[in-house]
């Protein structure tokens, strides 16, 4: 039918264009975010691009939802402004026809919000975090620069060594200022290693001094040694091996329905449910009157996908705080939004009806 390939086709093109710009957007605002991790330590500066790709991957579903919902809005609102809308009503189109077009081109976009929440999510999360762990759990001399002040993982330390070589596990010239419990130290040393004792890993400096200074008193004191020992890693790392809610397989969640892991499934159920919920909502949304001359309706269109996505966020928030069971919360929020979605369409359908009887009577008299 003429009727539905042509909307199809407008809600395509629609689509790929706002997709286009709002990939965009997203690619240079991460990038932006993951240099600056990169310049301040938090991550690797050659794992960049890689973490780039894992956070967009990521965040594609959201992206899919919002592009739909715009190229929604958008297209049915060039309908409504130059009156080709009008032909359809006249034509005996009611504005609820509109829904199947829409959901006929939706539906593969909606199938990959799917798989992108339910597996791509988890997947890009838990590589991202396993590159930033990886980088974090490396020695302190390994993650400082040669000729750099660096700060240590736990923030206490501050750390300038120049490299022995290509030895990551030793340094020269090794300056360290330290502060912890009220003192303030600065030792220095001509050269410094890393050694293991057991599970711990300390670091050796040969042949320097340590200035400390009590901040309370104001009390100073000098120390020189052959040999100093001090431990680098005292982040307990026993939980390790069980990653974070957002980084679980979607069958592990279910499997353990502890009330974080409910939560994480209320935000991906919530993202999946919630694109079909925007796309009908965009079909209501997008009405708009031809003859104004100013167009507000994806104002707010857009004010109303912020606020639906903060509600998923406070759904997930609630549900994994125990506050809310993970079906009453689905119920409560995207039933709702259905129930909405649903009645702005039949509002519209009936108002068009409406004024549509009344020319029809201002004609005939």
């Excluded at 990959?112 to 999360?125: D, F, Q, R, S, T």
């Excluded at 330290?178 to 400096?205: I, K, P, W, Y």
């Excluded at 020189?224 to 390790?240: G, H």
Aim: glycine residues 8%; contains cysteine; charged residues 20%.
């Amino acid at each position: 039918m003429l009727f539905d390939s042509s909307t199809r086709s407008e809600l395509a093109k629609s689509f790929g264009v706002t997709l286009v710009v709002i990939l965009t957007i997203v690619l240079t605002s991460t990038l932006i975010r993951t240099l600056g991790q990169a310049a301040g330590g938090n991550v690797a500066p050659q794992d960049v691009v890689l973490l780039m790709g894992y956070a967009t991957i990521s965040h594609l579903a959201t992206m899919l939802i919002l592009s739909l919902f715009v190229a929604v809005v958008i297209t049915l609102g060039r309908f409504y402004r130059e009156s080709e809308m009008t032909i359809w009503f006249a034509s005996g189109i009611p504005l609820s026809r509109f829904v199947r077009p829409v959901l006929r081109m939706a539906w593969p976009i909606l199938l990959a919000v799917i798989v992108l929440e339910l597996v791509v999510w988890p997947w890009g999360n838990q590589n991202s975090g396993e590159l930033r762990d990886r980088y974090q759990k490396r020695s302190d001399l390994s993650r400082v620069a040669p000729g750099q002040f660096q700060a240590s993982r736990d923030g206490s330390r501050v750390f300038f060594i120049e490299r022995d070589g290509d030895n990551a596990a030793t340094g020269r010239n090794v300056f360290i200022l330290a502060n912890q419990h009220d003192r303030e130290s600065v030792t220095t040393s001509a050269r410094g290693r890393l050694e293991m004792e057991g599970d711990d890993r300390f670091l050796v400096l040969d042949h320097g001094q340590r200035n400390e200074t009590q901040l309370k008193t104001g009390e100073k004191s000098l120390a020189r040694f052959e040999q100093y020992k001090v431990m680098t890693d005292t982040q307990v790392l026993a939980n390790a091996n069980q990653p974070p809610p957002k980084a679980m397989a979607t069958l592990d969640l279910l499997r353990t329905p502890t009330p974080k892991n409910q939560g994480e499934l209320a935000w991906r159920l919530g993202m999946i449910l919630g694109g079909v919920n925007m796309a009908l909502l965009g079909v209501g949304l997008a009405a708009s009157n031809p003859r104004r001359a100013s167009n507000w309706n994806l104002l707010f269109a857009l004010l109303a996908f912020i606020v639906y996505f903060n509600l998923i966020n406070l759904s997930q928030s609630w549900v994994g705080n125990g506050r809310i069971s993970l079906p009453r919360a689905l119920i409560a929020l995207h039933g709702s939004a259905l129930l909405l979605a649903l009645a702005v369409i039949w509002l519209r359908d009936n108002a068009n009806r409406f004024c549509l009887r009344r020319r029809l009577k201002g004609v005939a008299a």
